[in-house]
């Protein structure tokens, strides 16, 4: 009459029989603990059977192997219990008695387990529950390697995204500016692939187009300039020769009209030699040993109509095998001749002298005529550097285009005063690397 419930009632049952729990009511007791004298006694009860039924419903619904356990009793097992197990749970709970509510990891058997314990404050017997441990940590241990993976896989794709962004965006964009820059600084026959298609392979094909298109623009122009140049050079050299014609048929007339027959042979001879060699029109230039040539060829014509013309030819041979104009020197002197020397009857010197000198290579023709004036030498430099005008003579002018064609803006015509004290004419031309290297090597070998 302890007014809880009991496991038992204290009588003889057999082994067999299942125990049950007992709670006993009565309205009144004549003695503590003593059931004489009471009018009612209420006797509550519920079998072994019932424990375990709900045991089963409870393993049922959970990963645990429940039971119940009270120190001093044989613990109520589920059906399905491992015995083994539980048998090595009591052992442990009989030595390390239980709270009201308690959670320990245990290693049982070589294995740890979680128990789980909760006291039940009218049966006084602890709800015991173990769980392997492993059971609980693998959601954890799977979540934890399903976050590892997830990572990798994240760093995996950001990897590849970058590749693939690099490849098919970056790398593009690269080979354009890398092409536009070369294209900038003039190489026009850079060309662009894409072995991908996509928008940058049909911007490559543009680019590929436009530096074709400009390629084939700048040859043309190129070509095209070419083609200017050598028909001005013609047209020159065409300008010239008839100005030397016309001069040479006028003497040739003035001594056939004075019966001088060796004089008009001569002239006819020398006229004859001088036109077999300009018109060689399949090149533009000679040496200037030719040039001299022809050079003593046409002041001898001069001399047989002015006995007093004397000439002195004073070239250094190094200049002799430089490529020069054809009739460079010719109108020049034949300007000495028609505006010196015959302008003056005391007049009659002509000297030619050349100088190589600071890559530039320069050829002075001096006449002891009468010259011009400080004003007129400036006004003469200025027409060189202008069109040519109708007043203006073409020979001299020409010639200045020609040499300004052949050699480049640093090389021209000057004039000035001859310390002979008539005029001078100065040819000045830009001498090239290639013919300064060309007459080093003729010098060495010689």
């Known amino acids: ?37 009471s009018n009612l006694v209420i006797e509550a009860s519920f079998s072994y059977e019932n424990i375990q039924n709900m045991l089963d419903t409870y393993k049922a619904g959970g990963q645990g192997d429940p039971f119940l356990y009270h120190k001093g009793n044989e613990p109520i097992l589920n059906r399905s219990a491992d015995k083994q197990l539980s048998a090595a749970l009591t052992q442990y709970l009989d030595t390390h008695s239980p709270e009201d509510t308690t959670q320990d990891v245990v290693e049982l ?22 769980i392997p441990l492993y059971q609980i940590l693998k959601p954890i241990s799977l979540s934890q390697n399903l976050f590892y993976t997830s990572m990798i896989l994240l760093l995996v794709v950001g990897i590849s995204a970058s590749i693939l962004l690099y490849r098919n965006v970056q790398y593009p964009i690269k080979q354009l500016i890398k092409g536009l820059r070369r294209v900038e600084q003039g190489d026009y026959s850079v060309r662009l692939h894409s072995k991908n298609q996509n928008e940058f392979s049909f911007l490559f094909r543009r680019f590929n187009d436009m530096s074709h298109q400009i390629q084939d623009l700048i040859e043309n122009v190129f070509h095209e300039k070419i083609r200017a140049r050598e028909a001005t050079l013609k ?29 008009v042979v001569s002239m ?44 002195h030819i004073d070239i250094p041979e190094d ?26 009857y005391s007049s009659g010197e002509i000297r030619i002298t050349g100088e190589r ?15 011009l004036s400080p004003e007129q030498y400036e006004a003469l430099n200025l027409k060189m550097q202008e069109p040519l005008q109708e007043e203006m003579g073409c020979g001299l002018w020409n010639t200045n285009q020609r040499i300004m064609h052949t050699f480049g803006s640093h090389s021209y015509l000057l004039f000035g005063p001859s310390p002979l004290g008539g005029f001078r004419t100065e040819i000045i031309w830009e001498i090239s690397k290639e013919d300064t290297d060309s007459d080093k090597g003729s010098t060495d070998t010689n």
């Open 1 to 37: 009459m302890s007014g809880q419930w009991t496991y038992g009632d204290q009588s003889a049952e057999s082994q067999d029989e299942m125990k049950s729990f007992y709670w006993f009511y009565t309205d009144s007791l004549a003695q503590p603990g003593m059931l004489t004298g």
């Open 109 to 130: 058997n070589g294995k740890k387990y979680l128990v789980s314990s909760v006291k039940s404050t009218y049966l006084d017997w602890h709800l015991v529950d173990v």
């Open 235 to 263: 047209q020159l050299q065409a300008q010239i020769n008839p100005h030397f014609l016309y001069n040479c048929l006028g003497y040739i007339i003035n001594m056939a009209q004075m019966k001088d027959e060796q004089a």
């Open 268 to 311: 006819a001879h020398n006229l004859s030699a001088y036109y077999r060699y300009t018109t060689r029109m399949e090149k533009e230039t000679s040496s200037l040993q030719e040039e001299i040539k022809l050079l003593i060829n046409y002041l001898d014509i001069q001399k047989l109509r002015n006995g007093r013309i004397e000439y």
């Open 319 to 344: 200049m002799l095998a430089q490529s020069v104009p054809r009739l460079m020197l010719q109108p020049m002197v034949e300007n000495s001749v028609i505006h010196g020397v015959a302008k003056s």
């Open 357 to 371: 000198k600071n890559g530039f290579g320069r050829i002075y023709i001096d006449d002891d005529g009468p010259g």
